[in-house]
């Protein structure tokens, strides 16, 4: 991941950052360097490439966007690219810029429903009416709320409602709001939150682990190696053999990494991690901390990442981290 976003080849690039420095009031110099660290930095800290850096700014010169208040952001995604997402207000920016627009409406209807104890009772569905000046017809688009909302998460066995349960007629006022944009502009390659979050879920292309049935297995596992153990007459008792999870742990996870490749005491530097990858071990750390599977997501750990030692040891040492702060008596 790049730390430093100064543009020193030519062309189209020196000319586009000339202009948003220009516009904004920066130095050439200055400007990539102050969108990484502000408007564009990542979730989780991490700073942007130039290539994904640039890529924004040409969405955001192409409509008019502000990125200093947030019209425009970035997500990165597997593939090394970068998802523009466009807030509401962005969209509504858009809309306005063109001289053919002539205002929206919205429909609804009086039917409220809940899905789950968690939501505030919202409409089913919402249209959004946007008006041409240029078009004879209007473009109406419907969004329904059972193919949108999402429950709310839930961390070490707390929930924490979102914006899907505290303001659900918004968050739907804003779909069909953005998607009426969309289609009445003839708008592609651009994201909204929400959309951009579903999608950067389903690139991962796996599922973060269940872990309570990866303990499950886990278990399975190691009961099954004690019956083989006991079958052979061995004499010591199970419950002097520590190892015995170990060695399922093994079997499960596949071959273990050397140990010099495992970071002992030393915190492990999660600089060089693709975001993708920072945010996959955040889920581990997180489901594991929910469940208390903590050895089943170190076998977790020691499987999926066995090719990636930096990957490795940043997971471990933040599962034992967490695992830690959850046995420590509560202040």
């Keep these: ?12 690039a020196n000319d586009l950052v000339a202009r948003f420095a220009e516009r904004y009031g920066f130095r050439e110099d ?4 102050t969108l990484a660290q502000t408007a564009f930095r990542q979730q989780n800290g991490s700073v942007p490439t130039r290539e994904q850096m640039l890529s924004l700014l040409s969405v955001a010169d192409s409509y008019g966007l502000n990125p200093f208040i947030r019209q425009i952001y970035g997500l990165s995604d597997r593939r090394g690219g970068v998802l ?3 807030s509401v207000d962005g969209w509504t920016r858009i809309m306005n810029a063109y001289p053919e627009s002539d205002g929206m409406e919205f429909h609804y209807p009086e039917e409220l429903v809940q899905f789950d104890e968690d939501m505030k009772a919202c409409h089913p569905w919402m249209e959004c009416v946007v ?5 004879e017809h209007a473009i109406r688009v419907r969004e329904y709320l059972d193919e949108l909302y999402r429950p709310a998460v839930i961390k070490n066995g707390k929930k924490f409602p979102g914006p899907w349960q505290t303001c659900p007629k918004r968050m739907l006022r804003h779909k069909s ?5 969309r289609i009445a502009y003839g708008l592609s390659g651009l994201f ?14 796996e599922p973060v682990p269940d872990l309570r049935e990866y303990e499950s297995k886990l278990a399975e596992a190691a009961s099954n190696e004690v019956k083989e153990r006991e079958k052979k007459e061995i004499a010591e008792p199970v419950s002097s053999e520590p190892d015995v999870l170990d060695s399922a742990l093994a079997e499960i996870a596949g071959e273990l990494l050397p140990a010099k490749d495992i970071a002992g005491d030393e915190v492990p530097d999660p600089s060089d991690l ?6 996959f071990i955040g889920q581990i750390v997180d489901r594991a901390k929910g469940t208390g599977a903590f050895t089943a997501a170190q076998g977790f750990a020691q499987e999926r990442f066995k090719e990636d030692g930096n990957a490795l040891n940043y997971c471990l040492f933040r599962l034992d981290e967490a695992q830690a702060a959850s046995a420590a008596p509560a202040a």
Excluded: F
Aim: charge should be negative; aromatic fraction near 2%; proline fraction near 6%.
């Design 177 to 181: 709001q953005i998607q009426a944009i």
């Design 30 to 33: 200055e400007l990539l360097n």
């Design 131 to 135: 008006y041409r000046k240029d078009r």
């Design 1 to 12: 991941m790049n730390h430093s976003c100064v543009v020193n080849d030519g062309g189209g």
């Design 84 to 86: 523009p997402v466009i």
């Design 192 to 205: 909204e939150p929400d959309e951009a979050e579903r999608l950067l879920e389903t690139q991962m292309g």
């Design 274 to 279: 693709e975001p993708q990858v920072l945010s």
